[in-house]
T-cell receptor, first 115, second 111 residues
Framework: SQTIHQWPATLVQPVGSPLSLECTVE??????LYWYRQAAGRGLQLLFY??????ISSEVPQNLSASRPQDRQFILSSKKLLLSDSGFYLC??????????????FGSGTRLTVV | GEDVEQSLFLSVREGDSSVINCTYT??????LYWYKQEPGAGLQLLTY?????DMKQDQRLTVLLNKKDKHLSLRIADTQTGDSAIYFC???????????FGAGTRLFVKA
């Protein structure tokens, strides 16, 4: 089975500082990987998805970026954080077998507060 | 466009049944899902249903799909306090790489 590891669990960063959130996958090869953001009391907003190494699709234009340097590693970054970047960031993965037929596996999330 | 809608809150008494409803817009959906999110945690897949099915039962969970009305529901029998969480409805679009999530329904279970 697939396991998604995310860290850190909690992060407080000043406005204008850089960001790097890492997500790693265990148990599956060639997964599709996703970054979602969940604002307080709201649903999930898809930020980026990746179908393979170096392949990134952006859903929402903003000051965030994503990279996939290795098959099982997905990184969310920012050069300069804004207050509006605060939220709960979730990494998710799905195995290639049948693609999304069996749903996503989510990491435990990173709570980012920009102050 | 693609959209999934849910009511935001539901409150039930312990032991009663809970019914969480969801509507979606894309008729090409192949799979529909229910996820559960406990406070401060990621989402956990509860169950899913293929779009050519009408119903799926898994222990206390029953999923009903009305494809004509694009309506999905999740029934939790004998609701317990441990069922208190946010429940997300989601649809997977044929030929796409994305799953579209609703905003989530917060279930409160009163003892």
């Amino acid at each position: 089975s697939q396991t998604i590891h995310q860290w850190p669990a909690t992060l407080v960063q000043p406005v204008g500082s850089p960001l790097s959130l890492e997500c790693t996958v265990e148990g599956t090869s060639n997964p599709n990987l996703y970054w979602y953001r969940q604002a307080a009391g709201r649903g999930l907003q898809l930020l980026f998805y990746s179908v393979g190494i170096g392949q990134i699709s952006s859903e929402v234009p903003q000051n965030l970026s994503a990279s996939r340097p290795q098959d099982r590693q997905f990184i969310l970054s920012s050069k300069k954080l804004l207050l509006s970047d605060s939220g709960f960031y979730l990494c998710a993965g799905e195995g290639r077998q049948g693609r999304s037929n069996y749903g996503y596996t989510f990491g435990s999330g990173t709570r980012l507060t920009v102050v | 466009g693609e959209d999934v809608e849910q009511s935001l809150f539901l409150s039930v008494r312990e032991g009663d049944s809970s019914v969480i409803n969801c509507t979606y817009t894309d008729s090409s959906s192949t799979y529909l899902y229910w996820y559960k999110q406990e406070p401060g945690a990621g989402l956990q897949l509860l169950t899913y249903i293929f779009s050519n099915m009408d119903m799926k039962q898994d222990q206390r969970l029953t999923v009903l799909l009305n494809k004509k009305d694009k309506h999905l529901s999740l029934r939790i029998a004998d609701t317990q306090t441990g069922d208190s969480a946010i429940y997300f409805c989601a649809e997977s679009i044929t030929g796409g790489f994305k799953t579209i999530f609703g905003a989530g329904t917060r279930l409160f279970v009163k003892a």
